[in-house]
């Protein structure tokens, strides 16, 4: 059974930085695609960033130069190191796996808030 369980959220103020993290269990970690999406009240799922099995990655548009995501394949984890964080951050932030037989899972979700 896989499992993801995420760390990291909180509250912080404009021009701050929070790191999430993204532990798996349950499947061949390092054959998996790993992502970060958020949703914030009233608005779609989006996709922030992922990372591929063989590390290459891929970033929507508006967090592009302001977070990174990585992976540790001896941790099982994911991470998502966000700078420069702004208000339009704020957000529950998911981790997604996507298992090497097409299979996808999701975290149960951590509250990001940027606010003075």
């Known amino acids: 059974q896989v499992q993801l369980v995420e760390s990291g959220g909180g509250l912080v103020q404009p021009g701050g930085s929070l790191r999430l993290s993204c532990v798996a269990s349950?499947?061949?970690?390092?054959?998996?695609?790993m992502g970060w999406y958020r949703q914030a009240p009233g608005k779609e799922r989006e996709l922030v960033a992922h990372i591929n099995s063989d590390g290459s990655t891929n970033y929507v548009e508006s967090v592009k130069g302001r977070f990174t995501i990585s992976r540790d394949n001896t941790k099982n984890t994911v991470y998502l190191q966000m700078n420069s964080l702004k208000a339009e951050d704020t957000a529950v932030y998911y981790c997604?796996?996507?298992?090497?037989?097409?299979?996808?899972?999701w975290g149960q979700g951590t509250q990001v808030t940027v606010s003075s």
């Open positions: 997604d796996l996507v298992a090497y037989d097409r299979s996808r899972y």
């Open positions: 349950g499947t061949i970690f390092s054959l998996s695609r």
